[in-house]
Every structure is written in structure tokens, then in C-alpha cells.
């Protein structure tokens, strides 16, 4: 199990990621937290064992993002090496 802190740090990233999406989508401008500001934060912490991907993809899922376009943009990036 991981670390509390890095959970909690976690949701806050993906809450304000959805936030800033859904304000910036319903304003019609572009801008905001963009995924790949998130991302590489939270793909770090699983790399450093500070939480694992099962623990990102749940906090995604609470957010009303899928679980599995986690599972996938993980991938992804591991394949970028």
C-alpha cells in the first residue's frame, strides 16, 4: 500500500485537472490542467513506488475518468523509453 500523502496528492491533482477542463470547456477558451499535467506527476510516484497504478487508476475513476485510458496512457508511457 502506498502512502496516504501521495493518494491525497493524487486526487487533488485529478480534481483540479477536471475542474480546470470542465471551466475552461464551458467558457468555450482554451487553457487550463491539461492531462500531461497530471500524468508525468503521477507516473513518477508509481515509478518511485510512492503509490501504484491501481491506487491512480481508482482516484481517476472517483473523478469520472476511466480507469482503464489510465491503465492505457501508463502504457503508453513506458513505451516512450
Same mark, same amino acid.
Given at each position: 500500500?502506498?502512502?496516504?500523502?501521495?493518494?491525497?496528492?493524487?486526487?487533488?491533482?485529478?480534481?483540479?485537472w477536471e475542474r480546470?477542463?470542465?471551466?475552461?470547456?464551458?467558457?468555450?477558451?482554451?487553457? &487550463?490542467? !491539461?492531462?500531461?499535467? @497530471?500524468?508525468?506527476?503521477?507516473?513518477? %510516484?508509481?515509478?518511485?513506488?510512492?503509490i501504484t497504478l491501481?491506487?491512480?487508476?481508482a482516484i481517476a475513476?472517483?473523478? &469520472?475518468? !476511466?480507469?482503464?485510458? @489510465?491503465?492505457?496512457?501508463?502504457?503508453? %508511457?513506458?513505451?516512450?523509453?
Amino acid at each position: 500500500m502506498a502512502c496516504k500523502n501521495y493518494e491525497q496528492a493524487a486526487t487533488v491533482l485529478f480534481e483540479a485537472w477536471e475542474r480546470s477542463y470542465k471551466a475552461h470547456r464551458k467558457a468555450g477558451v482554451p487553457g &487550463g490542467m !491539461d492531462k500531461w499535467d @497530471v500524468y508525468p506527476v503521477v507516473f513518477e %510516484w508509481i515509478d518511485e513506488r510512492k503509490i501504484t497504478l491501481r491506487e491512480v487508476m481508482a482516484i481517476a475513476k472517483k473523478t &469520472g475518468i !476511466d480507469p482503464d485510458v @489510465v491503465k492505457m496512457r501508463r502504457s503508453h %508511457w513506458n513505451k516512450r523509453f
